[in-house]
């Protein structure tokens, strides 16, 4: 497994990404095609970059990337890519929907890969996974437009299928992937919903 993780960090380093979970949405992407030209992108957990520096580099220049963390990160900008916006903010406070809106009214796709500061303690992890997955749900309902995408990783574990069947209610489909980037060792997953059907 560790010549896996040695391959995709040179990987990434070689295609300028600062870190290799860009992949775990590249495989995805190829597979689904959830992101398109011209979309609005909302990362959730951005930092340090390399998910808005691939999504802005497929939704191109007439596409937009609005990425929220609790880190702050250097404005970046891409040659024939989509303009990268940052906040420093934290996507539980009670006003972060009308910061980001601010910028953009709605999405076309919303990405995860927030994971809480893990413990240890496995329950407590996976516990608070879900609580970081239901939020962005619970954004999605207000920021995605209806037709829309999200990709969210949850750990594995208690309440993950409940998780997944709140999913169900609100997309026209929906697929668990395991992308082959992720530590075998790894309980996360990430949860992808297509097709938002807006109330």
Sequence with gaps: MRKVQDYYFKKAKKENYPARSVYKLEEAQKKYRFLQTGNGVLDLGCQPGSWSIYAARIVGPAGLVVGVDLQEGKKISIAKAAEIVWFCDDIMADYIIEKIQKTEKDFQTILSDIAPRTSGNKWVDQQQSL???????????????????????VFEGEDFREFVDSVRKSFKTVKIVKPKSSRSESREVFVLGMGYLKP
């Design 131 to 153: 609580n970081l997955a239901r939020r962005v749900l619970e954004l999605a309902g207000e920021l995605l437009e209806s037709g829309g995408n999200i990709y969210v990783k």
